[in-house]
C-alpha cells in the first residue's frame, strides 16, 4: 500500500504570496489549480481575513474573526475561480476597515483549497445539502439551510469521516469549529478565544457520510456552509499535543513536511495561530516566523516561532499561545511534500 496516493500535495492545496497594484479587476495566478475555496489576508495592514467559496459564489465574502453577514459589496471581491486563480476586483466599499485584497503596496497571502469544481445535491443527511467534495484531498464545502428545532444531519461527501469541519449561518451568529481530538461535544470559535463545552455538533461523532449540527447553536431555518476535513496519510492531518513550555520546544509528527499549520491551545482561551511555508524573512526556510490570527485582524508579526521538518513541526517558543508549559492544543496542517513517496520530504 502506498504512502500517500497524492504525489503533489500542492495540487490540491497551495498558499500563494502577492502585493496589491490596487487596479481593477486584477488575476492572481501561481495556485496551479483552480480554487473552490479562497482565504486571503492583507499582511501589512489589519483587515479582517476573507473566506470565499465556489458553493455560495465567489462575491459572497464571510470574516473569520467577526459573526456579521456574508456580504458582496465589500471593496475587495473576487469575480471569478479561473483555471490557475482567481480574478478579484476593488469597489467602493462602505466598510473598508474589514477588507483589503488588492491594495496598493500591501503584501497579501492568500490559501486555496481545491474541491470538486463543481457541486451535486447530496441527500444523505436529514437534510439536502449542495456539496463541492474531493474525496482525493478530503475536502468538501456544502451549503444547506437548516430544520425548524432539534439536531440535523448533514451529508459532506467524502466518503470517510472528517476530523475537523468549520460551520456557520451566512446571515447571523458566529463559527462553530469541531475537532475530532477535543470530541464532538465541544466546540472552538474562530471569532472568540474560548474552547467550551458546545452542543454544536449534537454531541454526536461524524460517520463516512454525515455529520451532526443542532439548531439552537446557530438558529432555525438558517442558511449555512460547512467546510469538512479528513485525514489523508501524507497530505493532511488534524492532531493534538501538550506543550513543553521551551525554547527546544515541542516537536509534533505529521508524517510530511508541512505546508500550513495552524494550532489552537483548548485548556483555556488564547488566539489562533497559522502559519505557512510561503511566508518569513528567510523566504519561508527555518526558522519561520511570520504568523497570523484567525481570530483578529492583526497583520503579519514576526519572531522566531517554529520549523517546518521534513515529517512534522517543531516550536522554537515556550509561548502559551503555542507552546505552554502542559497547555493542550489541536492543530490542522497540509503537506509540501510528504515523507516518504514519488517526492519525499527533505530538511530545510
Not at 458553493?55 to 473576487?78: C, F, H, M, N, P
Not at 505552554?324 to 530538511?347: C, H, K, Q, R, W
Request: net charge negative.
Amino acid at each position: 500500500m502506498a504512502y500517500t496516493t497524492i504525489k503533489k500535495p500542492s495540487d490540491y492545496f497551495n498558499t500563494v504570496t502577492y502585493t496589491g497594484d490596487g487596479t481593477s479587476p486584477r488575476s492572481i495566478t501561481g495556485v496551479g489549480f483552480q480554487p473552490d475555496f479562497l482565504w486571503i489576508k492583507d499582511r501589512s495592514t489589519a483587515y479582517q481575513h476573507r473566506l470565499m467559496d465556489a458553493v455560495r459564489g465567489s462575491t459572497k465574502v464571510l470574516y473569520s474573526s467577526d459573526s456579521i453577514a456574508e456580504t458582496s459589496e465589500e471593496y475587495y471581491t473576487v469575480s471569478s475561480f479561473d483555471s490557475d486563480g482567481w480574478t478579484g476586483r476593488n469597489g467602493t466599499g462602505t466598510n473598508q476597515t474589514i477588507t483589503g485584497g488588492n491594495d496598493n503596496g500591501d503584501n497579501f497571502v492568500a490559501w486555496n483549497w481545491l474541491g470538486a469544481n463543481g457541486t451535486a445535491s447530496n441527500t444523505d443527511g436529514s437534510i439536502t445539502s449542495t456539496v463541492s467534495a474531493n474525496t482525493t484531498s478530503g475536502f468538501s464545502i456544502s451549503t444547506f439551510t437548516t430544520p425548524a428545532s432539534g439536531t440535523f444531519t448533514v451529508g459532506h461527501g467524502l466518503g470517510v469521516a472528517p476530523k475537523f469541519i468549520i460551520y456557520r449561518p451566512v446571515t447571523s451568529s458566529g463559527w462553530q469549529i469541531g475537532h475530532d481530538s477535543i470530541g464532538w461535544t465541544n466546540a472552538v470559535f474562530f471569532d472568540t478565544q474560548s474552547q467550551q463545552t458546545s452542543t454544536a455538533f449534537g454531541n454526536t461523532n461524524p460517520t463516512t457520510s454525515v455529520w451532526t449540527g443542532n439548531v439552537a447553536n446557530v438558529g432555525a431555518n438558517a442558511s449555512c456552509v460547512a467546510y469538512c476535513f479528513a485525514e489523508v496519510q501524507g497530505f493532511s492531518k488534524f492532531g493534538s499535543y501538550v506543550g513543553n513550555g521551551n525554547a527546544d520546544g515541542t516537536f509534533v509528527y505529521t508524517g510530511f513536511k508541512p505546508a500550513f499549520v495552524i494550532v489552537k491551545r483548548t485548556n483555556a482561551a488564547e488566539d489562533w495561530f497559522m502559519f505557512d511555508n510561503k511566508r518569513s524573512a528567510s523566504g519561508g526556510s527555518n526558522v519561520l516566523g511570520e504568523r497570523l490570527k484567525p481570530n483578529t485582524s492583526d497583520s503579519g508579526y514576526t519572531t522566531a516561532y517554529l520549523d517546518f521538518l521534513s515529517n512534522g513541526f517543531k516550536w522554537r517558543v515556550g509561548g502559551t499561545g503555542q507552546n505552554g508549559l502542559g497547555d493542550s492544543y489541536i492543530y490542522m496542517a497540509f503537506a509540501e511534500e510528504p515523507l516518504v513517496g514519488d517526492n519525499p520530504a527533505t530538511a530545510r
